[in-house]
C-alpha cells in the first residue's frame, strides 16, 4: 500500500495537547478543566478490550449499508485552494455499499482518486449503540449530543483539510493513526479562512469555516498571516485507542498516516453558553449557513423535478 506523502515543510516548535490516562479521569474535573474552558485533550485508555475496527469488522457490520462516499480527486492538493470549487461535505457524492468501498481501499483505487467515506451517520446501523462510546462519553461526563455518531474512514494519505467546526467534537480512533494540526480560535485571521460571502454564491460548497493555506506546504506571500499562527500551532499523533476533545472552532487538519485503511468516528457535542456566546468564529460559522440559504432553497427546488429526485436529496442533506 501507499506511503503517506513527506510533507516540504515543517514549523519549529509546535505545541503539545495535554493527555489524560482514562483512571485519572474525573467527570467534573473534566469539565470544568477541559469542557468549559474548551482546551483540546488526548484521552488514553478508554478503549481497553474494543476489537480492532479493521476492514473486517467494518464489513461484517456494515458491509451490505449504502454509504456516500466523498470524491475529492488526488489532484485536488496540488491546487491553489483558492481555485477550489468544493471541498468538506460539498465534494461530489458516490453512493456504495460499505462492502464496495472495502474493495477500492484494497485495490488501492480508494487512495489513486481520494474516495474518502466522511461523516457518515451510523444511526440505524448495528454499530451506532456500540457500548464503548456509552461507556468513554459518561467517564468525561460529556452531555447534550447534537449529533449521531459519525463514520470517517478511508486510505492512508488522506487529508481533511484545515477547517473548524461550531460544536465540540470527539473524535475516537479505532484504527490506524491520524496527524491533527490544531490551531486556537484566536487565529482566526491568521490562516487566512474563506469569505463569509463565498455562500452566496456557493452555497454550502465552499466555506468560511475552511483555511486557504495549506498548513504544511504555506504560501507565504499569499498568506502572511500564517507565519504569526505557526507560534500557536498544536500537533498531537491519535493512535487507535485513543480520543481527541476538539473544542468548537478549533481549527483541525487531520491526515490518515501509515499505510492501509484508517478510521474514526466522531460526535459534536453543545458548546458550553458562555464560550458559544463569546466565541466570534461560531457566529461567523452561522451568519455563512444563513448566507447559504437562498442557494440551499434554489438546489432544493431544482432537485424536485429531477429523475433521480432520490438520489440528489440525500446529498443534498449530507451537504447540510
Ligand atoms: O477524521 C477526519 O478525517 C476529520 C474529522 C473531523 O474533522 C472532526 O472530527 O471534526
Known amino acids: 500500500m501507499q506511503e503517506t506523502l513527506s510533507t516540504a515543510f515543517q514549523p519549529e516548535s509546535p505545541l503539545s495537547v495535554p493527555r489524560l490516562q482514562a483512571h ?14 474548551g482546551r483540546p485533550v488526548v484521552i488514553s485508555g ?3 478490550g474494543e476489537p480492532n475496527w479493521d476492514l473486517d469488522f467494518l464489513i461484517q457490520h456494515l458491509g451490505d449499508r449504502t454509504f456516500p462516499v466523498r470524491k475529492y480527486g488526488r489532484d485536488r492538493y496540488q491546487q491553489d485552494k483558492r481555485d477550489w470549487q468544493d471541498m468538506g461535505s460539498g465534494v461530489a457524492l458516490r453512493s456504495m455499499p460499505f462492502a464496495e468501498y472495502a474493495d477500492l481501499i484494497r485495490s488501492g483505487e480508494a ?5 474518502y467515506l466522511g461523516r457518515c451517520g451510523l444511526g ?11 461507556k468513554s462519553e459518561a467517564v468525561l461526563g460529556l452531555k447534550g449530543s447534537m449529533t449521531p455518531l459519525n463514520l470517517w474512514c478511508g486510505p492512508a494519505g488522506h487529508t481533511s483539510c484545515l477547517h473548524y467546526d461550531p460544536l465540540d467534537g470527539t473524535l475516537t480512533q479505532l484504527y490506524g493513526t491520524k496527524h491533527i494540526i490544531l490551531f486556537p480560535p484566536s487565529q482566526l485571521y491568521n490562516l487566512h479562512p474563506f469569505s463569509v460571502w463565498n455562500h452566496l454564491i456557493y452555497g454550502l460548497r465552499r466555506r468560511a469555516v475552511y483555511s486557504q493555506v495549506y498548513p504544511d506546504r504555506p504560501d507565504f506571500e499569499a498568506f502572511p498571516r500564517y507565519r504569526k499562527a505557526l507560534a500557536q500551532r498544536y500537533d498531537v ?26 478510521c474514526s468516528v ?4 453543545n458548546v458550553p453558553l458562555g464560550r458559544s456566546l463569546r466565541t466570534w468564529s461560531k457566529w461567523r ?5 444563513l448566507l447559504a440559504l437562498p442557494h440551499i432553497a ?20 449530507q451537504r447540510l
Open 24 to 37: 485519572e479521569i474525573h467527570p467534573e474535573a473534566f469539565l470544568q478543566t477541559y469542557v468549559i474552558p
Open 46 to 48: 478508554l478503549l481497553d
Open 111 to 115: 487512495y489513486e482518486q481520494d474516495l
Open 124 to 134: 440505524g446501523t448495528p454499530l451506532a449503540d456500540a457500548p464503548v462510546f456509552q
Open 237 to 262: 499523533m491519535l493512535h487507535a485507542g485513543e480520543i481527541l476533545f476538539i473544542p468548537s472552532c478549533w481549527w483541525h487538519e487531520v491526515t490518515s498516516i501509515g499505510t492501509g485503511m484508517v
Open 266 to 269: 466522531n460526535r459534536w457535542w
Open 285 to 289: 460559522a452561522h451568519i455563512g449557513s
Open 298 to 317: 434554489w438546489d432544493l427546488l431544482s432537485v424536485l423535478p429531477a429523475t433521480a429526485r432520490k438520489h440528489k436529496l440525500k446529498a443534498l442533506i
